[in-house]
T-cell receptor
């Protein structure tokens, strides 16, 4: 299994409070991602990073910010949590794999964080 | 903008039967992935498909890719209960490192 951990694994917080989720990898992969999973929506990309201090927005980035100050850590921050941000959050990592014309950026997923905003 | 449509959303099937899950996407892509997710768990990679006509098989599951039709299929042969899970396809957006996921197919195999 790819070395990906997420913390915390479970969190309950109140509306309006700031929340930071951490993704830590030991694989030295360049690319890191944050997704949220909600029933009926599959996984939706929030933000991703293509290197230290290099990040970009995904499909559902409003209300979220990210930071990556070193290769192994990717932080997701909810500045002021809302009930609509209650979800399961997954971190993923990827790196260029393969040779020649056949390459892949296969993603490996962390265990997830269940966040409840009351 | 890349959109990914997966169907069916739910699939209940008897053991021993065959069935296919479909994944359609709206714009050109150079990579497509299939994942499995068990309830309360993370996603497990099943297949990586990188070229037109690519076919991958693992046990009772076989995935294929038709880039011209922008279609991938996940075929289940002689289903068994252990295959009960949610299956997702994910498509890489060309020229980016982004992935767009389908909404998932929840498969239940009945004994």
């Amino acid at each position: 299994d790819a070395g990906i951990t997420q913390s915390p694994r479970h969190k309950v917080t109140e509306t309006g409070t700031p929340v930071t989720l951490r993704c830590h990898q030991t694989e030295n992969h360049r690319y890191m991602y944050w997704y949220r999973q909600d029933p009926g929506h599959g996984l939706r990309l929030i933000h991703y990073s293509y290197g230290v201090k290099d990040t970009d927005k995904g499909e559902v980035s409003d209300g979220y910010s990210v930071s990556r100050s070193k290769t192994e850590d990717f932080l997701l921050t909810l500045e002021s949590a809302t009930s609509s941000q209650t979800s399961v959050y997954f971190c993923a990592i990827s790196e260029l794999e393969g040779q020649g014309a056949h390459f892949s950026y296969e993603q490996y997923f962390g265990p997830g964080t269940r966040l409840t905003v009351t | 903008e890349l959109k990914v449509e997966q169907n069916p959303l739910f699939l209940s099937m008897q053991e021993g039967k065959n069935y296919t899950i479909y994944c359609n996407y709206s714009t050109t892509s150079d990579r497509l992935y299939w994942y499995r997710q068990d309830p309360g768990k993370s996603l497990e990679s099943l297949f990586v498909l990188l070229s037109n006509g690519a076919v991958k098989q693992e046990g009772r599951l076989m995935a294929s890719l038709d880039t011209k039709a922008r279609l991938s299929t996940l075929h289940i042969t002689a289903a068994v209960h252990d295959l009960s899970a949610t299956y997702f396809c994910a498509v890489g957006a060309s020229g980016t490192y982004k992935y767009i996921f389908g909404t998932g197919t929840r498969l239940k195999v009945l004994a």
